[in-house]
């Protein structure tokens, strides 16, 4: 791989990273009448479908810079461990992935679509 892959390969980790942290945060997103109009507390899952589209474009896109496996999971892998690391130890200890079925459906809307995409690419 070229200087310049290697880079891009980085920016396409750092943005999976990012994108992980930004989803777990606005996971538990209602509409409960403070940021959203109030609907009774009823759950507003939307980093799942941003999931659902941004990690399957990651993994295409580092497939593309290079073939070998180690780099085309490269996002997929860091989007799994940010997920872990700053779900479960968050900052000062606190857990932010909230126990219910948003969290199956963020990992589900995440981890399935790049899985497939990244079979398809090797394939």
């Keep these: 791989m070229t200087?310049?892959?290697r880079l891009l390969l980085a920016v396409l980790v750092l943005d999976s990273a990012l994108?992980?942290?930004?989803?777990?945060?606005?996971?538990?997103?209602?509409?409960?009448?403070?940021?959203?109009?109030?609907?009774?507390?009823?759950?507003l899952p939307l980093t799942?479908?941003?999931?659902?589209?941004?990690?399957p474009w990651?993994?295409?896109a580092a497939a593309r810079l290079s073939p070998r496996l180690a780099v085309a999971s490269a996002p997929l892998?860091?989007?799994l461990l940010?997920?872990?690391?700053?779900?479960?130890?968050?900052p000062g200890g606190d857990r932010?992935?909230?126990?219910?079925?948003?969290?199956?459906?963020?990992?589900a809307c995440g981890a399935l679509p790049a899985a497939v995409k990244l079979?398809?690419?090797?394939?």
């Excluded at 079979?119 to 394939?123: H, L, W």
């Design 48 to 55: 799942p479908v941003l999931a659902a589209f941004t990690t």
């Design 96 to 107: 932010v992935l909230i126990e219910d079925w948003r969290a199956l459906l963020l990992l």
């Design 82 to 90: 940010s997920l872990g690391v700053f779900g479960l130890a968050g």
């Design 3 to 5: 200087t310049r892959e």
């Design 119 to 123: 079979g398809s690419t090797r394939g």
């Design 19 to 43: 994108l992980a942290v930004v989803e777990l945060l606005f996971l538990p997103l209602r509409f409960d009448g403070y940021l959203l109009p109030d609907l009774g507390g009823l759950p």
């Design 77 to 79: 892998v860091v989007w």
């Design 58 to 60: 990651l993994v295409s």
